[in-house]
């Protein structure tokens, strides 16, 4: 039975990616109020899909974006399995830099001549979706296993209304564990499963000085300018060692193990080819870690965004009355969010000029997560992603954040099986994003091995 | 002769508000390529307004924008006075906090109940320019000097052209005295005259990190993110005393005068009135010096815009590829620019991380100047304001910049008389900038007085 699975899976790559650019084309932008009905589309599109494999799919509205869930017909005396996902996207900018539009899905070779889909969404997180759509679709309504399909359309601007939807509906979503594809395969044919994430903690804040715009000569030098002042403060949050410098920053820090130390240096990536893939000549960090150990298993701070003044052609020689940042912090085990958050906004109002005003707005807070290696779930994985990908898969942790993993275990007391088919190169966040062809081809029948040997749980 | 002027200007405010605003309806942004041909309009509207007071206007194109060169028929035997001043104007963004629009000029109540008119350019130059033109006009034909108007195009976006023009056309500007009406009265009702000027160093700067935008998730800690060593650049140019901590920033700087500092201290204006003018609870800078001192005789550095990363609605976990910010600095005799802005370029290559690119763009260079307070030009000026506005004038020196002064000193050997009407609270370079209209008539008056009194020279 699960050879026709898997030749079916086979046989339908083309009609699998045709599908996959139609859902690629629609705007999913959360984070953008003018993209609201896009998003909702998108929802019901995805619903109309599913349904089409067999599935049973309901949108359900909340005070932000739809969420969809859908079912099979769940039997007693096997496991169940919960799938989540996100139908929406980061935002596109900017704009100038894509080779092809970011709603207007290109196949073509990519930079090492592999073929790849290219558009926003592609692999974050439409692309890993899909490769569940399609392993669903392939079981021809004979699935192993009870499965639920949990797929928001907030995930980019930080799940809002997620927390609320599954404390109100745990039941509907009870499961034995829980799969999600975003994340990555450790390189191009080296598959992974990943057990760990970061956390994310992640704020704006704003400085205001003088109560309007000043000509910088009748005023520059004789008042506190505010984009002078917001850069020393974002200056004084790293010492020289890379080192966060806000007080308590690494207090609850789960350090590594000296085991985890010892398998990350047999890792197939070298410091020469991580700079070189991303185009510098060597990388840096937090003193006395490599590049991969800093990545996955270290908290950092980060600008994700700059703005003051005029940006526009030329010169215009003004004292911007304000000025602003966009600042993440990637979090571990154990951190806690709030607590940084609030050091964070403590450290910087500390260091304030007491002539200007200082402000601050949360965008997102989620901790670090570890899920355990040695469990029974993670084995029937590891054997899901060997024969879906021919290769012994690698166990990797993750720099980047999910927050719903944390949720999940905290509401319906489940573990989650990280297992996604991204590539560092993919692009994500970025312009020309992309989804390798393979991965989707090798991902979808992972997706369909894993619900397989899950029913085995 | 000199009472029938001066009612003629009496009689004519409205008229001459009408023209003003006529003036202040062309957006001549010099800044922006997109208004190259609003530039070049507004200096054959200005050339023919001109020639309808009675001189002859010639509008003299360049490689960038036009400049205007206008002359009454000159006699030998009698002083020829340079008027210098600018046609162009700042960009107006941005766009959403003018109350009412840019180019739209708007006559209402100011906040302490004065009658102004409201545009970019009311000030800046355009009101004060259209002083010296109607005060023109009021003497129909029979001015008691040889007067050449040069008025250009560029003045906001640095000069470009103007230096070569005035060296080729030494011939035709030669004078015995300039006179510049670009600075502000000390407060409204006490004119001054202005015997010194801060120069301009205006430099942005370029941070490049990987070679595309990162997802900060997987990335972040682990590479340089442009966005933070640009902060930490530009945090390391002050030290805790509100120093520029550029290697020999200082060395050139002729010290205030203890003469300078004791009647300075004597003027008008407490430091509680000064913070309360733009909104801060008290000013700072350079330990040791009052804001007055601080503006007017301390060389000074400010950002003037700061752009990375994602700046639109909401959160993005992007390491951006890139970030800059425009820096001015603003000098005093006897610093050197070019000397300035190599030190600079220095200073931040030196503190650069060597895994980041930086490069540097130059917008502007001129030194800081100081004119002869008892000369009888000086003397003439003082004697035209008394009467013009019932006051003596306060002898001030000025934080801004206007490099012709400089150059005007090096091709055609003359001083000038800065002799201006704006008001500290007129939003020059900012939102909502106005032009005082009891300004307008005794600036008027007074350039009328002004170019009686030179006859006298």
């Known amino acids: 039975m699960l050879d026709r699975v898997l030749d079916t899976i086979d046989s339908r790559k083309d009609q699998s990616l045709a599908l996959l650019k139609d859902f690629l084309r629609i705007p999913s932008v959360s984070t953008k109020p003018e993209n609201a009905n ?44 919960l799938m989540y996902g ?12 894509w080779t092809t539009p970011a709603f207007e899905p290109d196949v073509r070779k990519d930079e090492n001549g592999f073929d790849a889909v290219y558009a926003r969404g592609a692999v974050d997180d439409k692309g ?31 799940s809002g209304h997620l927390d609320a939807f599954v404390e109100q509906h745990a039941d509907l979503l009870k499961a034995d564990v829980c799969v ?12 992974a499963i990943t057990y760990g994430l970061r956390g994310l903690c992640y704020m704006e804040v704003f400085v205001t000085g003088p109560d309007h715009d000043l000509h910088s000569g009748m005023y520059g030098g004789a008042v506190p300018n505010p984009a002078n002042v917001l850069c020393q403060l974002i200056a004084s949050l790293h010492d020289t060692d890379g080192r966060v410098t ?5 207090d609850d820090v789960v350090p590594l193990s000296q085991e985890e130390r010892d398998q990350w240096k047999k890792l197939p990536l070298t410091e020469e080819q991580f700079a070189a893939g991303v185009g510098i000549p060597f990388g840096n960090g937090e003193v006395g870690f490599t590049s991969i150990e800093r990545k996955w298993a270290r908290p950092t701070l980060d600008v994700n965004g700059l703005t003051s003044g005029y940006q526009g052609v030329g010169a215009k020689t003004v004292i911007a009355s ?7 912090m990637r979090l571990v085990p ?52 060997e024969i879906g990908f021919g290769v012994k898969p690698t166990i990797m942790r993750e720099g980047g954040s999910i927050p719903v993993v944390g949720l999940i275990k905290k509401v319906l007391g489940i573990d989650t099986l990280l297992v996604g088919f991204g590539l560092p190169d993919d692009r994500v966040h970025s312009p020309n994003e992309k989804f390798d062809l393979d991965a989707l081809h090798k991902g979808t029948r992972t997706a369909a091995l894993l619900y397989a040997k899950l029913a085995s749980l």
């Open 334 to 385: 154990k951190q806690d969010p709030a607590k940084i958050r609030a050091a964070f906004e403590k450290h910087l109002r500390d260091r304030c000029p007491k002539n200007v005003k200082i402000e601050f707005v949360g965008h997102g807070l989620s901790p670090g997560v570890l899920t355990p290696v040695e469990s029974p779930a993670v084995q029937l994985a590891r054997e899901a992603l």
């Open 128 to 158: 890993q979706v899909w490769c569940h759509v399609e392993a669903i679709r392939a079981f021809a309504g004979n699935l192993p296993v009870n499965v639920t399909m949990l797929i928001e359309g907030e995930e980019e601007c930080g």
């Open 180 to 191: 999600i594809s975003d994340t990555n395969q450790f390189a191009r044919g080296l598959p």
């Open 38 to 81: 896009d998003v909702k589309h998108c929802a019901e599109w995805l619903a109309d899909q599913i349904r089409q494999t067999g599935l049973s799919a309901t949108v359900y509205p909340t005070d932000g974006h739809p969420i969809v869930v859908a079912k099979n017909s769940h039997q007693p005396g096997r496991p169940t399995v």
């Open 246 to 250: 806000i007080p308590g920053f690494y």
């Open 86 to 97: 996100h139908y929406d996207v980061q935002p596109p900018e900017p704009l100038d830099l």
């Open 322 to 328: 304000k000025a602003s940042a966009k600042v993440s």
